[in-house]
């Protein structure tokens, strides 16, 4: 497609961050709040966490767990359980100190006398809230495994904030489970993990890397934690999720004790796994271009918007009762076991405004009825991840569109999968490495993720760090284990890493 | 059914409340959680708020609405700008003060250089916030109306709590909606008052009365506050939830401007309307029996529970795998729309306490497959809510069950109108009134529901509020208007009201 300009200012080769931002706002997902570090999610943006909750909990319940919900609210005495936990999550959280409000001198003021003993956080996770009742729950091996998930807004306070990226309050999942043995803990920790690759990859179209975390990156408490990090546009990794074994860790802060079958009481084993409203930040950089928003179709919050084209006002209403022929047709065919979402914009508005509008919205197939497609019996569309237009007969329209929006999904897929594999590069000395990590230009590009061999002890890498702002991503998950020295300190060692700068 | 005694102790006669909190803890519902006045909500009643979730979401959505969501927290300053709204929500709340936690002589305390220059206050209903975002977000009458629904956890602090009747934090689903007109803003909140009486009635058959609030019971800042109000089993109301026309009085106070067709620029008007998980605490009060709770089949998170029964060990197998064919036979019927969810209780406990934990959760038919039934390719089951016991050919059972669901969501609404109809009266004079709301005995057991002239002066009832802790709920839509004398001062009023105890 040719054009002059593009719809998104600056490109992403001129100002990724800022492309970021616009494609964000100009598809309408989602804005700042006046209340600091709080984004409202506007309904575009709402409805894309709304397919990735009805999929993903759809997955949660299958695999046996159930849904309940807990106390927005943790007193500071259970954040003080557990010694790594709090110093992890007590740093920056909000802080409930009162609980009614007076006026005084004509101003709102917390009320001296409504002091709290004891004050409350806003969950910044709820292992502890969550432990407690589990200590509760569970007391005999018959109790067990204990598989409970809960949706819910999590708050940690941020400085410094980007709309889904990293956000004062945001809105995720949280799995906790709690099992007899280690080895039903760990398996659960990685079947879940698995149930978010198959989630990113089939829906989301983002290819993942499975990985361990390293001492310094794991979740404070847990024994291990296991990630999935996806790779951006722009080279810079994504963590898209995480999946913790927390041993008995937190069975012993909480006294979360059972009595096995041989008689014994034993502490239980916990494992907490979560993906966040970040997902959609995701999806954002993964997938779109300097138009816009492109959408996976299987998470779009709409697969198809028809326009009505009117260039004379005694044929709108013809053309308004095919368009809605149209959409009850679309709408009657299963889309992977739905039915197609379908939208007609009937909003007062010039043409090519509202067409645009939709293409920077990422709705992957926009379709324009006018008086002569009427007359051919025919549909006319543009598909959005390629701006392919086409003209078909209505019937083969209809047949097709399945195969369409299934192909716009794989490819999405194969080009995202693409992106990550060629920027993916095994290095294996320090100069190579410096190099692949130092920006070519003022824009901040650089080379991708570097795999390399690593000794896991992160003192080794701080230098490169500070320097190069590169982390240590993962320590990816069946990788073949052949000794070679680590990029830093040049040990021998079995271990390689995934490197790169990071959201 | 005849037995010694009833499951829940004590009975709804002998002690009414303490019934509820029985009914609630042996259906295993939700629990008091140790953060004061919060509860948790355990998968069964969880399961139950995702129905209500499911079918009243597909409801608003139907009716025009979008989800969307907003910052947990509202600034003071927010709070202040409507002089009623602020009166009657910034009384008793969350408030955070701080955003970092430290440890000071060993213990974990607010950071004083974290103290917030301008406290936040936890959402004890969101106006305010949304009323900010929607001043941006209107600017010209094609953007009206504007239809926003939120899926939320609400605080609002409680001394004195109740499981799902009066709780700290609460889930609740708010709408907010911006129109043109006054008109329009009006039909809007009728609108959704029908659209939560037919949810009512259809799913949690409960019947309800539609009526408006008096001046001392409307939210505030609105200019009406409409609501549906239900009998429990003790005759005391419940208000199940309202819908608000806010007038101009919050479009003012957030500067909600449009310029309209004429190209003058006005003041909105908005409305707001909700229902929180309170409604569960109407489903255990309105249906339960002394055995338990009992669910409307349509709300119920599992329609049949099958219980294989296993005398020798040999039969196990066999037994379970007839038991897994009738599940998936009975997945595969159609349920208003989806599909019938059913469980298999494998536990390992005996049969007779395992049967009476499902009827004590309500769970509308219980199945109970052994050797002998499959000899005779029968289902014996038991329908929860009058304890009749049946066996069926299987072929029999599949073809009946959608009727018998239905016969029993029927009976259940038919049940709770009788009991409202029977116990509501209409009472023309104070010394009737008195006495109708004077306890018989010591359980507070009185007449019910009055329906009684009123003047719509609320000092009149003032004494009688006091006396018998009997307020009025509401003044009924589309009641006769035939003139008669106030109940308290003898005005001449043409409107009447209904008087209850209420929860």
Redesign the interface.
Known sequence: MSKMKTAITPTREEDYPEWYQQVVKSADLAEH???RG??????WG??I??NIQRVLNDKIKKTGH???????????S???KEAQH?EGF????????????EKKDG????AED?KLEE????RPTSEM?IG??FSKWIESY?DLPLL?NQW??I?R?EMRTRLFLRTT?F?WQEGHTAHQTEAEAEAEVFKMLNVYKDFMEKYLAIPVILGKKTEDEKFPGAVDTYCFEAMMQDKKAIQGGTSHYLGQNFSKSSDIKFSDEDGKIKYVYTTSWGVTTRLIGAIVMVHSDDDGLILPPKIAPTQIVILPVIHKEETRKEIFSICEKLKDDLENIKYHGLNMVVDIDT???RGGEKKWSWIKKGVPIIVEIGLKDIQNDSVFFLRRDNFEKKSLKTNEFLTNIVPILDDMQTKLFEKAKKQLEDNTKNIDNLDDFVKFFTPKNDKEIHGGFALSHYCLNDKEMEKVKKDLSVTVRCLPLNQDTKEGECIFCKKKTKHKAIFAKAY
């Open positions: 709040s006046p209340v709080c984004m409202v999610i506007k309904p709402y409805g966490w709304e159930k849904n309940a919900y807990f106390p927005l609210f943790v007193p500071l259970f954040l003080e709090v007590a740093k920056e959280c909000a802080v409930v100190t009162h609980h009614r409000l101003k709102l003021v917390p409504s004050p409350l956080v806003v809230i407690e009742m018959r409970i819910a807004n708050v306070w309050e809105l909003k007062d508005i």
